[in-house]
């Protein structure tokens, strides 16, 4: 039988290994769609801008899931949560790929977004359970197969959906749910749950959380705007590359996500930096970061010279401001990890259905100009927000 976690007791290197892992699998059901939205369309013969409601619709199932799913790591045990999610998860993306009608697409698409959320049971696991000293490094860890699934996720859609169709990418995604639902029941060991009572009382608890944490909602709040930027130009970047002078299908820009790989590699080393350069400073860096990116997407907007920097700059910047605000926010009170976390994340993907719906929006009234300006803008609030605000968390 596997030995129950104790809180800041260690994370075996195998099960946290493990959580990194899944975590890319699991999280990657959510950007398949990103290089395939230009395949989507023409398949079903729908507009630009109702396509991109598709991919708005799995990020807003990935909201709800963050909201009414998360909690329950806090009350029941993880791994019984994490095999039902998965169980769901097949059954949505078996639908995904069978369905003919956009209703039913983009139900399927809700539901697969709300089932997809197991990587945020995974990084509170990360943050609880690890040693003091280990905690922040762990979580990079977690957060940098999260994000290696994110940019597989694009690689992989757009070469299957250009050798395969975009239908068969959810049927291999359905078999590598049901992989990691086995993985899961034979690596993951109990853990106690955090809170006693009902599910209403969790619920109510998150307002508790908020009031006692003000400084929960600002973290939130600049991370999600920033991920509306990242997603304002993930969202109409198939689009522009289908039109002059790139012509270019679905592989060519999954093949540009490849550039989040600096990304990615971000997320490994900066947890270990937060504490000593303040969670405020790395904000202040990528925003910056950011906003030069958008800088290249206008310059160089019929380049590659320009996208693939712009790309670059992007990611990285997401990744400091991603990273420095939720493993902060997880020492507000460890004993709450879960609720803290659907809190942050919540917010962070409304942040994300609001880029990807105003990046529509924009590409049909101003096409790229107008999703440059949407990213522009959706960056500049949250560096706004860091300059009005300071918690005493904030550090330097």
């Known amino acids: 039988m596997q030995q129950e976690l104790k809180e800041n007791g260690g994370l075996p290197a195998s099960l946290l290994w493990t959580l990194a892992i899944v975590a890319g699998i699991s999280v990657a059901n959510i950007y398949y769609i990103q290089p395939l939205l230009d395949l989507i369309r023409a398949d079903l013969g729908i507009s630009e801008f ?17 909201f009414f799913i998360i909690p329950l790591g806090d009350l029941w045990q993880r791994k019984r949560i994490i095999l039902a999610n998965f169980s769901l998860l097949v059954l949505a993306l078996l639908a995904i790929a069978w369905v003919r009608s956009l209703p039913a697409l983009m139900t399927a698409s809700l539901l697969t977004g709300a089932c997809s959320v197991t990587p945020q049971i995974f990084i509170p696991i990360a943050s609880q359970f690890s040693r003091p000293e280990n905690k922040a490094r762990n979580v990079g860890i977690v957060l940098s197969g999260l994000l290696t699934g994110v940019l597989a996720s694009r690689v992989l859609s757009g070469l299957v959906g250009d050798a395969l169709g975009w239908r068969a990418m959810y049927l291999i995604a359905a078999g590598l749910m049901l992989g990691c639902g086995l993985l899961v029941i034979r690596m993951l060991p109990p853990m106690k749950p955090n809170y006693a009572g009902s599910y209403a009382g969790l619920m109510k608890s998150l307002g508790r959380l908020l009031k006692t944490y003000p400084q929960l909602l600002v973290y939130s709040l600049r991370a999600a705007l920033c991920f509306g930027s990242m997603l304002a130009m993930w969202s109409s970047l198939a689009f522009k590359m289908a039109r002059a002078p790139f012509h270019a ?32 400073r790395f904000n ?4 910056a970061l950011m906003l030069a990116a958008w800088l290249a997407f206008s310059v160089g907007a019929n380049t590659y010279a320009g996208l693939i920097p712009g790309i670059v700059l992007l ?11 939720q493993s902060s926010v997880f020492n507000l009170e460890p004993a709450a990890s879960n609720r803290i976390n659907t809190i942050f994340m919540t917010t962070y993907f409304i942040g994300g259905s609001l ?33 009005g605000y300071k918690a005493p968390s904030d550090g330097k």
């Open 284 to 287: 202040f860096i990528g925003c």
């Open 315 to 325: 990611d990285i910047g997401m990744q400091c401001i991603q990273l420095s605000n």
């Open 249 to 280: 299908s679905s592989d060519v820009v999954g093949l540009l996500g490849l550039c989040g790989v600096a990304g990615a590699l971000t997320a490994s080393n900066v947890g270990q930096y937060v504490p000593r350069l303040g969670v405020r």
């Open 50 to 66: 109702r396509t991109n409601l598709i991919a708005m619709t799995t990020q807003a199932g990935y909201a709800l899931g963050l």
């Open 355 to 387: 880029g990807t719906f105003l990046s529509g929006a924009a590409w049909k009234l101003a096409a790229w100009p107008g999703v440059v300006a949407v990213g522009a803008l959706l960056a500049a609030a949250s560096l706004l927000i860091t300059l």
